[in-house]
T-cell receptor, first 112, second 114 residues
Framework: GQQVMQIPQYQHVQEGEDFTTYCNSS?????IQWYKQRPGGHPVFLIQ?????EVKKQKRLTFQFGEAKKNSSLHITATQTTDVGTYFC????????????FGKGTHLIIQP | DSGVTQTPKHLITATGQRVTLRCSPR?????VYWYQQSLDQGLQFLIQ???????AKGNILERFSAQQFPDLHSELNLSSLELGDSALYFC?????????????FGDGTRLSIL
């Protein structure tokens, strides 16, 4: 079945440094979604990418979808303590299923 | 507040027992999804219902079953519980059964098997 790999598993940064997490799928995705889960919280939808090569920005966050629609990345510029949490990518495969295949997430730890 | 309500928040039970987790989707959402989150396996998709009908199955064990009722709330039934079933169970909902709709997650039910 479809697998979504995400790296790194953990990332420690100093506040103000940049952060990037990468997501790779074993199969071509119809779209990819990104979620953020704060410690003790639930996943919260951030964004969806649909088109090959698509780039979307949300303030300090930049999301990219690869040309082959098999990989994606999330880049945060100048991290802040409010960025702490686990960032998940989640892919929708082809076919009729709507259930998302989540990567295992990247835990972002920020040191003040 | 996502608008998705899950009860109970915590559940402690013993091996071999059966439990029922409940989820009320956001108002107007027709699709309900169940996920299991554990430290080693991450977030695993279990099953999806759309407007009362099963739509897709993921890594759901045969000991687990779910249903969605006419008022669109859903229940996840876990039976013959094993220690490895201890996890956080999330329900999510989306507006339609269209692929790629953002999913809105509840706060989860933390299940502990003793």
């Amino acid at each position: 079945g479809q697998q979504v790999m995400q790296i790194p598993q953990y990332q420690h940064v100093q506040e103000g440094e940049d952060f990037t997490t990468y997501c790779n799928s074993s199969t071509t995705l119809s779209n990819i979604q990104w979620y953020k889960q704060r410690p003790g919280g639930h996943p919260v939808f951030l964004i969806q990418l649909v088109k090959s090569g698509e780039v979307k920005k949300q303030k300090r966050l930049t999301f990219q979808f690869g040309e082959a629609k098999k990989n994606s990345s999330l880049h945060i510029t100048a991290t802040q303590t409010t960025d702490v949490g686990t960032y998940f990518c989640a892919g929708s495969p082809g076919g009729g299923a709507d259930g998302l295949t989540f990567g295992k997430g990247t835990h972002l730890i920020i040191q003040p | 507040d996502s608008g998705v309500t899950q009860t109970p928040k915590h559940l402690i039970t013993a091996t071999g027992q059966r439990v029922t987790l409940r989820c009320s989707p956001r108002s107007g959402d027709l699709s309900v999804y169940w996920y299991q989150q554990s430290l080693d396996q991450g977030l695993q998709f279990l099953i999806q219902y759309y407007n009362g009908e099963e739509r897709a199955k993921g890594n759901i064990l045969e000991r687990f079953s779910a249903q969605q009722f006419p008022d669109l709330h859903s229940e996840l039934n876990l039976s013959s519980l094993e220690l490895g079933d201890s996890a956080l169970y999330f329900c999510a909902s989306s507006a339609e059964g269209v692929r790629g709709q953002p999913q809105h997650f509840g706060d989860g039910t933390r299940l502990s098997i003793l």
